[in-house]
């Protein structure tokens, strides 16, 4: 199985920062990689999908680059409602596998 | 409106078995997946179903491979996941989620509907 390892698991920051999640893959998967956010008690919602494509009703501040093992998601501009659990996803492979899940907390 | 909503959790002693059901509405014909999250834990995909073009062919996680089994009823607008063997570490959340329409990788925009999820406590 791919194995996809995010970083930081934990991230501080304050509303108005710009901060950045890494996802790396234990193996090349093109740009085959879906980011999620999840709220407690929530099922998790689309951000970005084949690695940089801005899920429709996602806001701006919202972006992902990368391809091959090693992909990032960018939030410019923290707001408020951000502060949530983040996940990558591969697809190029069965069986899709998710990262550890990054908590982005209010510092 | 598009929909999905899971039912069928509860408590199942070690060894027993479980169904799940996702009643879909508000589109159809698109791949199923599963996925479940065990208590203060991240997501893990369990399995898929494709949808009637491509032979309502499944996917499985290894972790539940031999023991879960993926099944849908389009007349009913239905998907449902059958657990046996459950163990304490299948104890989880289980969301049903909706895949792509049409097969590749070009046509999955990530699982972009998902139900409120239903609980099976294994113990």
């Known amino acids: 199985d791919i194995q996809m390892t995010q970083s930081p698991s934990t991230l501080s920051a304050s509303v108005g920062d710009r901060i950045t999640i890494t996802c790396r893959a234990s193996?090349?998967?093109?740009?085959?990689l879906v980011w999620y956010q999840q709220k407690p008690g929530k099922a998790p919602k689309v951000l970005i999908y084949?690695?940089?494509s801005l899920q429709s009703g996602v806001p701006s501040r919202f972006s992902g680059s990368g391809s091959g093992t090693e992909f990032t998601l960018t939030i410019t501009g923290l707001q408020p409602d951000d502060f949530a659990t983040y996940y990558c996803?591969?697809?190029?492979?069965?069986?899709?596998?998710f990262g550890q899940g990054t908590k982005l907390e209010i510092k | 409106e598009v929909q999905l909503v899971e039912s069928g959790g509860g408590l199942v002693q070690p060894g027993g078995s479980l169904r799940l059901s996702c009643v879909v509405s508000?589109?159809?014909?698109?791949?199923m997946d599963w996925v479940r999250q065990a208590p203060g834990k991240g997501l893990e995909w369990v399995g898929r179903?494709?949808?009637?073009?491509?032979?309502?062919?499944?996917e499985y996680a290894a972790s539940v491979k031999g023991r879960f089994t993926i099944s849908r009823d389009d007349s009913k607008n239905s998907v449902y996941l059958q657990m046996n063997s459950l163990r304490s570490e299948d104890t989880a959340v289980y969301y049903c989620?909706?895949?792509?329409?049409?097969?590749?990788?070009?046509?999955?925009?990530?699982?972009?509907?998902w139900g409120q999820g239903t609980t099976v406590t294994v113990s």
């Open positions: 989620a909706r895949g792509e329409a049409v097969a590749g990788h070009y046509n999955y925009y990530g699982m972009d509907v």
């Open positions: 084949q690695a940089s």
């Open positions: 193996q090349n998967i093109n740009t085959w």
């Open positions: 508000g589109f159809s014909d698109h791949y």
């Open positions: 996803e591969q697809y190029y492979t069965y069986p899709h596998t």
């Open positions: 179903i494709r949808n009637k073009a491509n032979g309502y062919t499944t």
